[in-house]
């Protein structure tokens, strides 16, 4: 029953978005995708179909939807596409973002203060008075494995953009989501023109750590209440690990997500680690780290430490994963003599 009702809903999306156009306009344009493999795109002259795949169950959809185009007005749940979408030169399409304490893109803070873009609030906690104020064209959320739904915003009739992008299968299968927000808001020579030049810096960058003559034991993150949620090897994150030519003591962990383990089974693997990738919002020693958990002494790695409250790591890397790799590629094999100019881990 849910299958037939997948399918009814397509087709009544499919209607929608082809009913008002003639008949060279009804079969609408596919667009190709080089590497995402989340997302379908259908363009007509002014609307989008967007299919998105569940990332956790691929044989079924996430969401299907309908947009006109280009979007006007977006709520945005997350610094990274708010960021995006001002790369690509259209911040005044922003009408409002949530979370915006984790936002460090000068020009937004800017329009922010001036509020000539909104703040909605946290995005856990929706303010559902401002986000009818606003009226926005589209909603832009991070979706999560079962959630359940979003409450009051889906009776506002508003499409839903759900921006599994993180959960792509590579790092530039993420970065190519670039070309699907270039297709909505309407300035898609820009974005597939920034695409091609993160693909091909990316390419590059990957063949030249293959010339590494060895692979530094990685170790990631740290324990948060008492568990250590660790990338998998088949995440995004987990292969641009492998592409900086690292030995990530977690690669052999199936998935395109994250999974949560103990302390004690993270030490296990980390006793004998080279490198220890942290990231922090505020700045972060190893002193405190072992405050808070003394078992974390014995961990023999250097640890690195991304300070995201200084810089713009989840406002950049998502959707440029050169400057990440850039980055790694300096720390990893320093004999291959990269001068990063985007250092994040330090």
Same mark, same amino acid.
């Given at each position: 029953? =849910?299958?037939?009702?997948?399918? &009814?809903?397509?087709?009544?999306?499919?209607?929608?978005?082809? /009913?008002?156009?003639?008949? #060279?306009?009804?079969?609408?344009?596919?667009?190709?995708?080089?590497?995402?493999?989340?997302?379908?795109?259908?363009?007509?002259?002014?609307?989008?179909?967007?299919?998105?795949?569940?990332?956790?169950?691929?044989?079924?959809?996430?969401?299907?939807?309908?947009?006109?185009?280009?979007?006007?007005? #977006?709520?945005?749940?997350?610094?990274?596409?708010?960021?995006?979408?001002?790369?690509?030169?259209?911040?005044?399409?922003? +009408?409002?973002?949530?979370?915006?304490?984790?936002?460090?893109?000068?020009?937004?803070?800017?329009?922010?203060?001036?509020?000539?873009?909104?703040?909605?609030?946290?995005?856990?906690?929706?303010?559902?008075? /401002?986000?009818?104020?606003?009226?926005?064209?589209?909603?832009?959320?991070?979706?999560?494995?079962?959630?359940?739904?979003?409450?009051?915003?889906?009776?506002?009739?508003? *499409?839903?953009?759900?921006?599994?992008?993180?959960?792509?299968?590579?790092?530039?299968?993420? #970065?190519?989501?670039?070309?699907?927000? +270039?297709?909505?808001?309407?300035?898609?020579?820009? #974005?597939?023109?920034?695409?091609?030049?993160?693909?091909?810096?990316?390419?590059?960058?990957?063949?030249?750590?293959?010339?590494?003559?060895? =692979?530094?034991?990685?170790?990631?993150?740290?324990?948060?209440?008492?568990?250590?949620?660790?990338?998998?090897?088949?995440?995004?994150? +987990?292969?641009?690990?492998?592409?900086?030519?690292?030995?990530?003591?977690?690669?052999?962990?199936? +998935?395109?997500?994250?999974?949560?383990?103990?302390?004690?089974?993270?030490?296990?693997?980390?006793?004998?680690?080279?490198?220890?990738?942290?990231?922090?919002?505020?700045?972060?020693?190893?002193?405190?780290?072992?405050?808070?958990?003394?078992?974390?002494?014995?961990? *023999?790695?250097?640890? &690195?430490?991304?300070?995201?409250?200084?810089?713009?790591?989840?406002?950049?890397?998502?959707?440029?994963?050169?400057?990440?790799?850039?980055? &790694?590629?300096?720390?990893?094999?320093?004999?291959?003599?990269? =001068?990063?100019?985007?250092?994040?881990?330090?």
């Amino acid at each position: 029953m =849910k299958h037939i009702n997948l399918l &009814l809903l397509i087709s009544l999306i499919l209607v929608a978005c082809s /009913g008002k156009h003639n008949s #060279a306009d009804n079969d609408g344009e596919v667009v190709t995708m080089r590497h995402a493999r989340l997302v379908k795109v259908m363009k007509y002259a002014d609307k989008a179909r967007i299919d998105i795949l569940n990332p956790w169950d691929t044989t079924k959809y996430l969401r299907s939807i309908c947009v006109d185009i280009p979007v006007q007005r #977006a709520a945005i749940y997350t610094a990274t596409h708010a960021s995006l979408v001002a790369e690509l030169g259209v911040a005044d399409r922003i +009408g409002g973002v949530f979370d915006s304490k984790y936002i460090t893109n000068p020009n937004i803070k800017n329009a922010l203060a001036t509020k000539t873009i909104r703040d909605l609030g946290a995005s856990n906690v929706v303010n559902i008075e /401002g986000v009818m104020d606003l009226n926005p064209d589209l909603f832009m959320p991070s979706p999560y494995e079962n959630q359940a739904g979003y409450g009051r915003l889906e009776q506002l009739g508003i *499409p839903i953009m759900e921006c599994a992008d993180y959960m792509e299968v590579s790092p530039l299968a993420r #970065a190519e989501w670039i070309r699907v927000y +270039g297709i909505l808001f309407g300035v898609e020579e820009r #974005a597939d023109s920034l695409f091609n030049v993160v693909e091909k810096r990316y390419n590059d960058l990957k063949s030249l750590a293959g010339k590494a003559r060895n =692979k530094p034991r990685l170790l990631t993150e740290r324990p948060v209440s008492g568990t250590w949620h660790v990338p998998c090897g088949g995440s995004t994150t +987990g292969i641009l690990y492998r592409d900086a030519g690292a030995d990530y003591i977690f690669s052999d962990i199936e +998935g395109s997500g994250a999974r949560a383990l103990s302390i004690e089974k993270v030490l296990d693997k980390a006793i004998d680690a080279d490198l220890w990738l942290v990231k922090s919002f505020g700045v972060l020693t190893q002193q405190q780290l072992t405050a808070d958990y003394p078992l974390l002494q014995h961990i *023999p790695a250097r640890l &690195l430490v991304c300070n995201t409250e200084e810089v713009a790591f989840f406002e950049e890397t998502p959707f440029h994963p050169e400057y990440l790799l850039e980055n &790694l590629i300096a720390l990893f094999h320093p004999e291959l003599d990269i =001068k990063p100019q985007h250092v994040y881990f330090k």
